[in-house]
């Protein structure tokens, strides 16, 4: 091989690096990659400063023997062998293949491997082979990548600061952990433990180790599938929400991937269960033909597309959404531990205040893990349950929060989230009713509009006769209601109508009647409903009790808020020291 031709290939493996190296993260998900196709069931992972002064990952797989390790470093070596539903990924086999050399040549790398009888010793720097040895003979690879980009101080410059890379290596082995049950992922960084697995093959138990009780112990098992697709996993309780996506895992035929529609489908199926601002704990795994998967995707991003996704977001919505419905959800006053915000704490504040942070997190680390996982599983309580369940009355605190006991506990309720609830219920109920019931005005309303209202209304009157209005004309702009539906609350006719139509103006332009009935339910639920401070009397609060317990959720209001909340007979006794533990 000459010079010149050594020399283009190493600038090529250093154009490529730019390409596909472009975080800390994205060199860890290469090497683990390489261990998990390596059939690796024990991968560590050991960042020093985040993984800019270090990256280490120690498997226990195949190994490789001389030849291939060499081949490994050579650009376009294809020697490596794929799984047939690698096939979906058949654009990232290049990639694969030059990911090795192109890391290499920014970088000092050295690699021990074994496939079982004698081990090599490969040394690297900037793409140049320094060392070629026989070393010891334990079966697995030990790859280490220093001094990232050392050689192209541009490319330097794009990584991030230590924090922000290591969250990111974090996030990443959670993700890989969450996909692979099977196999245990440990991360240290500067020899801290931040992600520990043990590799079961169960993944709730994976879910603990990776979050904590605080999340396992409100996560719920789902199962479903069509013609074309298998779903499994566990969603979490509405109490435990987060304030971003990132908790959205979803694995499809064994790899992690970001998908715009299967979020949506998560996200849609927590309607009212959640506030918009919040986003759930999800591990999905999903199982289909790999021809369903686009390839066309760049290879550094997790994106896929697929085909079907209309019958994937139906199967997701509706498995998600009997899932929340089946499950008892009234959130505990008092939470667990949650593992998960503790090592997000540490990753934030390690380069501010690295020691004092230690210090608190060795502490607060060891009392999560301390918590053991049980292997049987809560029982899953039906819905049908909770609508049997009876709450009595004790008292309404501070004119807002109804106090409510049973054999089990003390609930508090807010009585206006509460009713809210049940009032969207009832609306949403009647306004997809077909055979509407109507009342005539004695007095007739008329509403006036501008010109461009006026016009704008003229368009949605067929609407406004399904609902159960009837309406005409009434001069220069003006409209006149004769009759309502019935289930317009009396005494607030007027009122109402002007709700409807100011919402049939705002949502002018393409008109979902889903949409709007959704919209009209909860802005007339909330207008409609006793406000906090507001006295009732203990009648109406045994009716509000008793209606709240029959609604299809019942514990939040129809803007995701909880509606009740419940200290259990054991909470009350721990936080009075009745019991010690
Ligand atoms: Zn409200
Ligand atoms: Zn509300």
């Known amino acids: 091989m000459s010079k010149i031709r050594v020399m283009d290939e190493n600038l090529a493996n250093k154009i490529a690096a730019g390409e596909v190296v472009e975080k800390i993260a994205s060199v860890v998900k290469e090497l683990v990659e390489n261990s998990l196709d390596a059939h690796a069931t024990h991968v560590v992972v050991s960042l020093m400063d985040g993984g800019l002064k270090q990256i280490e990952v120690l498997d226990d797989g195949d190994g490789m023997d001389k030849e291939d390790a060499l081949l490994a470093f050579s650009r376009h070596a294809t020697s490596k062998l794929y799984r047939d539903d690698d096939l979906f990924f058949i654009d990232t086999l290049g990639f694969r293949g030059e990911a090795l ?44 990548v220093k001094d990232l980009f050392y050689n192209t101080p541009a490319r330097l410059k794009y990584l991030k600061t230590e924090a922000s890379e290591l969250a990111l290596c974090v996030s990443l082995l959670e993700r890989l952990a969450l996909s692979h049950p099977s196999v245990s992922f440990t991360l240290f960084n500067n020899e801290r433990m931040l992600v520990k697995t043990t590799g079961s093959g169960n993944l709730h138990k994976c879910i603990h180790e990776i979050y904590g009780l605080g999340v396992s112990s409100k996560m719920i098992e789902v199962h479903a599938s069509n013609d074309d697709f298998d779903v499994s996993g566990f969603v979490c309780k509405p109490e435990i929400l987060k304030s971003n996506r990132n908790h959205f895992i979803t694995i499809v035929n064994d790899r992690v991937v970001k998908n715009y529609d299967i979020n949506r489908a998560i996200n849609d199926a927590y309607y009212t269960y959640k506030p918009d601002t919040k986003f759930p704990i999800v591990v999905l795994k999903i199982d289909t033909d790999p021809t369903l998967i686009d390839v066309n995707i760049h290879p550094t991003k997790q994106d896929i597309k697929l085909d079907k996704i209309n019958e994937l977001y139906d199967l997701l919505l509706k498995t998600i959404k009997d899932a929340l419905y089946h499950s008892l959800l009234i959130p505990d006053a008092i939470k667990k531990p949650e593992y998960n915000e503790i090592k997000d704490q540490y990753v934030e504040n390690f380069v501010k205040e690295e020691e004092k942070k230690l210090d608190v997190y060795s502490t607060s680390n060891q009392v999560a893990l301390d918590l053991s996982y049980e292997e049987e599983k809560e029982e899953i309580i039906v819905n049908e349950e909770l609508k049997k369940l009876v709450l009595y009355p004790v008292g309404v605190a501070m004119g807002t929060y109804i106090v ?30 077909t055979n509407v019931l109507t009342t005539s005005l004695l007095f007739p309303i008329p ?3 501008s010109a461009s209202e006026f016009l704008t209304i003229k368009n949605y009157l067929s609407v406004l006769t399904d609902m159960g209005f ?39 332009g393409e008109f979902d009647r889903v949409k709007f009935n959704e919209h009209l339910a909860i802005t007339l639920a909330c207008k409609m409903s006793i406000k906090a401070n507001m006295h009732i009397g203990p009648e109406a609060v045994e009716e509000l009790l008793q209606e709240l317990v029959l609604c299809d959720n019942p514990y939040n209001c129809p803007h995701g808020r909880p509606t009740i909340i419940k200290f259990s007979i054991y909470d009350l006794e721990r936080m009075f020291k009745r019991v010690m533990n």
């Open 404 to 433: 409510a006991q049973n054999e089990e506990g003390v609930y508090l309720i807010d009585q206006h989230a509460a009713q809210e609830r049940i009032n969207y219920e009832r609306y949403l109920k009647a306004l997809k009713e």
């Open 447 to 449: 509403v006036e509009l």
């Open 470 to 508: 009837s309406v005409q004309e009434f001069g220069v702009n003006t409209f006149v209601f004769k009759a309502h539906p019935t289930w317009l609350r009396t005494g607030y006719e007027e009122e109402s109508i002007r709700k409807i139509i100011d919402i049939m103006i705002q949502n002018n």
């Open 101 to 144: 050399p192109s890391i290499a040549s920014v970088s000092f790398v050295s690699l021990k491997t074994c496939s079982g009888e004698v081990g090599t010793l490969l040394e690297i720097k900037g793409g140049k082979l320094l060392k070629n040895e026989v070393s010891d003979a334990r079966k697995g690879t030990e790859i280490v």
